[in-house]
């Protein structure tokens, strides 16, 4: 007896016979948000004290039910491949991507010496944050260090005269030129740059903006962080948002270390979702309450903003 098939003896066989000829507009469809939340390990180590370790960090996020955390390079207590693997490891099992690493470093500098160190560390770290699997590394701008105290930088809201002798204009010369020399071991490493938006050349969109269209590559993007631009920030933050390739969301439970923003992360959703903003938001509390606590808050807080 020959064997038919199931849509031969099927109506279901006309209908997909008729798919191949329908059409479906989507252009109106709503785009669903795969914005996933993540938290830097800064949020747990503001620069004094023990460092809190990073494999804390992991579980922390891990217990909170987070897609990732955002390596602060300062935090971490070696550069040995034993210890990378380690924390690659322990990311993994724990379901916890490794989405950036954060990195010091600044371009801004007449010193050529100085400029090439920056640029051959930044060069050391795209080639950690391939050894760890992270695929995006934060750069600076770098700042004129004309005000060589951070407190007193922030006492002036992150403005600083520009080195005596030279213009801004040559700062975004140096600073092109440094991003631009690490373009090549980004590429063959497979590792997004993400310009912050952290004093500097970068305190304001038309600065980040200026260097990320002067450098043009596909390797360098910028990274939001949504508390450092201090007045009106939220059209400032809508100016960088269609370059954004990554972004660190600043709380501030218990007063903030260094100054408070009373941030609208509603509004700021939006102006992510309006750019169809799709990678990750890593969490930065930067205030004076416990982080055990004070993380928590700002996960439920980011959560209610993206509705996840």
């Known amino acids: 007896m020959q064997r038919r098939s199931f849509f031969a003896t099927s109506s279901l066989g006309a209908i997909a016979a008729a798919l191949p000829n329908l059409s479906f507009d989507t252009s109106s469809a709503p785009q669903a948000s795969r914005i996933k939340l993540s938290v830097s390990s800064y949020s747990y180590w503001h620069f004094k004290g023990d460092k809190f370790p990073i494999e804390k960090v992991i579980d922390e996020a891990a217990s909170m039910g987070l897609d990732g955390i955002d ?5 971490m207590e070696s550069e040995e491949n034993s210890y990378l693997q380690k924390l690659k490891k322990h ?8 989405t950036c690493l954060s990195i010091h470093q600044g371009f801004v500098t007449p010193n050529k010496e100085e400029l090439k160190q920056n640029v051959e560390h930044t060069k050391h770290c795209i080639e ?11 750069l600076n701008t770098g700042r004129w260090n004309t005000t060589k105290s951070f407190d007193e930088l922030m006492k ?12 801004e204009d040559d700062g975004f010369k140096w600073c092109i030129e440094g991003i631009n ?19 500097g050349l970068g305190s304001t969109p038309e600065g980040m903006l200026r260097i990320h269209d002067a450098v043009n590559s596909p390797w360098l993007g910028l990274l939001m962080d949504t508390g450092n631009f201090l007045e009106n920030p939220y059209e400032k933050l809508k100016k960088i948002a269609p370059k954004t390739s990554f972004v660190q969301a600043k709380t501030y439970y218990g007063g903030g270390v260094w100054y408070s923003l009373d941030l609208d992360y509603n509004r700021i959703a939006n102006i992510l ?8 938001v890593s969490i930065e509390f930067e205030g004076n309450e416990d ?3 004070g993380v928590r808050k700002s996960v439920d807080l980011l959560r209610k903003a993206l509705k996840q």
């Open 71 to 75: 390596v602060l390079h300062r935090q």
């Open 91 to 98: 990311a993994f099992e724990n379901g916890i991507a490794m």
């Open 128 to 138: 950690l944050a391939y050894k760890m699997g992270i695929p995006c590394l934060r």
């Open 156 to 167: 002036n809201r992150g403005i600083e005269p520009v080195l005596p002798g030279y213009t």
């Open 181 to 199: 020399q690490c373009l090549d071991k980004a590429a063959e490493c497979g590792i997004l740059l993400a310009l912050e938006n952290h004093w």
């Open 273 to 280: 979702k309006e750019v169809n903003y799709q990678g990750y």
């Open 291 to 293: 982080p055990k606590t």
